[in-house]
């Protein structure tokens, strides 16, 4: 089964933007009928679905979120991308990404620890 | 806001074991919307199952989901060394889709 991979600094200060990038192998990012999904867990507690964007551009985000989020989507590169600006120590998480289908996320990233802190 | 709860929070078991876990959900969920996750310390959600009771690609038999409305259940039949891990359930009925916290299975 194809893997996809987060990409991104591990260490974010607060107030700052948290930018990561989700890399998709094979042809599925460009040709396929996809949702791709960023999701989040923080430390020792359950996950949140942050946002989606398809193929197009198009996006719809976690309404506790969308005031902060922007995502996009590089078709030739096979990625796609999250920005999360004016972050605070309550978005210290493990980060993953995850294709999403008929709202089903499968398969996932590994994930990608992301500590905001000065 | 779809809340989504498990209980029991942590199941003590032995290997062979049958496991039941539940997921209840605030409101109630249309089109059997629901999937199970495991997930092992250190990796990321591998799916289990989806709209309630179809099983993933590769997921073995002993893994079996049922219910319907706002009482959802994952039946482990007899638990393998492997099984032991965190499960969560996702609502994906209503937006934004939401996870529970999850039952943690545990070597009794």
């Known amino acids: 089964q194809e893997q996809l991979q987060e990409s991104g600094p591990g260490l974010v200060r607060p107030s700052e933007t948290l930018s990561l990038t989700c890399t998709v192998p094979?042809?599925?990012?460009?040709?396929?009928?996809?949702?791709w999904s960023w999701l989040r867990q923080p430390p020792g507690k359950g996950l949140e679905w942050i946002g989606y964007?398809?193929?197009?551009?198009?996006?719809f985000f976690n309404p506790s979120l969308k005031r902060r989020l922007t995502m996009s989507i590089d078709t030739a590169k096979s990625q796609f991308s999250l920005r999360l600006k004016s972050v605070t120590a309550a978005d210290t998480a493990v980060y993953y990404c995850?294709?999403?289908?008929?709202?089903?996320?499968?398969?996932w990233g590994p994930g990608l620890l992301v500590t905001v802190s000065s | 806001e779809t809340v989504v709860t498990h209980s029991p929070v942590t199941l003590s078991l032995s290997p062979g074991e049958r496991a039941t876990l539940s997921c209840m959900t605030s409101?109630?969920?249309?089109?059997?919307?629901i999937a199970w996750y495991q997930q092992r310390p250190g990796q990321a959600p591998r799916l289990l199952i989806y709209h309630t009771s179809t099983r993933a690609t590769g997921i073995p038999d002993r893994f079996s989901g049922s219910g319907a409305g706002t009482d959802f259940t994952l039946t482990i039949s007899r638990l393998e060394p492997e099984d032991f891990a965190v499960y969560f359930c996702?609502?994906?009925?209503?937006?934004?889709?939401?996870f529970g916290q999850g039952t943690k299975v545990e070597v009794k």
């Open positions: 996702l609502q994906y009925g209503s937006s934004p889709r939401t």
């Open positions: 964007i398809f193929n197009s551009g198009a996006t």
């Open positions: 094979g042809d599925s990012l460009r040709g396929g009928d996809y949702y």
């Open positions: 995850a294709r999403d289908t008929a709202a089903i996320f499968d398969p």
């Open positions: 409101q109630t969920i249309r089109s059997n919307s």
